[in-house]
């Protein structure tokens, strides 16, 4: 009797701690990817980013900001591949850089999630451009960390933060989107087939937050995008705009890779010096990034 007192003990102990791993194992299973996202961590990069101030292409700030990404990339677990090119603009040559990333040892990625990072050009104000594009580079950052705890979901992501985005006089063929442009022109063919689809990011986090999703938009995405918002009770922060949008998902589409602007053009301090932080919420990125995670996990790479 004095022996098997203590082998009941341990196996009493063994049984509850068993159960408080089963338990917790079972808890974190029930988690589900958008529920891990966090728009106060995404609002964080952006004050990061804003930090930095002016960040048009070819300066000082963009590469601060670069230097930024890269670092914040590598710490979620994401293989970074610098794309540089030179391009003409209206203020003569500019190096721009483009910034691609892919999930270790999954080398075929199918699906885009893209944001540009560079800031407009102008002379008379000081634009550190909070919605335009701080916030959709704030947001992709924080689903690289999301998406990367997911590697078999990650696999199938390749990040893009596009430079040069922004226009010097106004937009053209020759004038704006320089590196969605050169991006497409090195997919061309058949390399563009490998992917499904993209999700192109632009001005997500406006306080007053309604995501115009352009007239163009592909319409299996669209309809979705809109279906992942309804699922959770989201679906009033998301409509349609009334035109078409000129964006670097335009290039993408252009080459056969069906991609939505997810925008929301509704923006009253759009390329003023009033696009500033106290414009944009962690809360918007939060609903934006929840309905971006459920549409990946439940519908576009599922």
């Known amino acids: 009797m004095n022996s098997s007192f203590p082998y009941s003990t341990t196996r009493f102990l063994l049984f509850v701690l068993g159960s408080i791993i089963c338990a917790h194992i079972s808890s974190a299973a029930q988690t589900k990817i958008w529920e891990e996202l966090s728009g106060e961590k995404a609002l964080t990069h952006v004050q990061r980013l804003v930090d930095f101030g ?6 000082e700030a963009i590469e601060r900001s670069r230097h930024y990404i890269e670092d914040q990339l590598s710490r979620s677990g994401w293989q970074i591949t610098c794309q540089a090119f030179t391009d003409d ?3 003569g040559k500019v190096q721009f850089v483009n910034l691609l990333a892919q999930f270790p040892g999954h080398p075929t990625p199918s699906f885009l999630l893209c944001s540009h990072y560079d800031t407009k050009t102008f002379d008379a104000i000081k634009f550190v451009g909070a919605n ?3 916030s959709s580079t704030g ?3 924080e689903l690289a960390r999301v998406i990367g705890q997911h590697p078999n979901l990650a696999g199938k992501i390749e990040l893009v933060f596009f430079d040069g985005e922004e226009a010097y006089d106004h937009f053209s063929e020759t004038d704006g989107l320089y590196g969605s442009r050169y991006f497409a022109r090195q997919l061309q063919g058949s390399s563009a087939k490998r992917f499904q689809g993209g999700i192109l990011f632009d001005m ?5 937050l309604d995501v115009t999703l352009p007239a163009d938009s592909p319409p299996e995405i669209a309809r979705d995008i809109f279906s992942a918002a309804e ?3 989201l679906r009033s922060y998301f409509t349609y705009l009334d ?3 000129i964006d670097d998902h335009s290039p993408l589409n252009s080459i056969g890779i069906p991609t939505i602007d997810v925008i929301d053009f509704d923006y009253p301090w759009w390329h003023t010096a009033g696009d ?3 414009k944009i919420s962690a809360g918007s990125l939060q609903i934006v990034g929840s309905v971006a995670l459920y549409y990946l996990s439940e519908f576009a790479v599922k």
Do not use: I, N
Request: proline letters at 10%.
């Open 54 to 59: 002016p960040r048009p292409s070819g300066s």
């Open 89 to 91: 603009t209206p203020r």
């Open 132 to 134: 335009d594009a701080g």
């Open 139 to 141: 947001l992709l950052l």
């Open 204 to 208: 997500v986090g406006d306080h007053s």
């Open 231 to 233: 699922a959770l009770k």
């Open 243 to 245: 035109r078409e949008m």
């Open 276 to 278: 500033t932080m106290d």
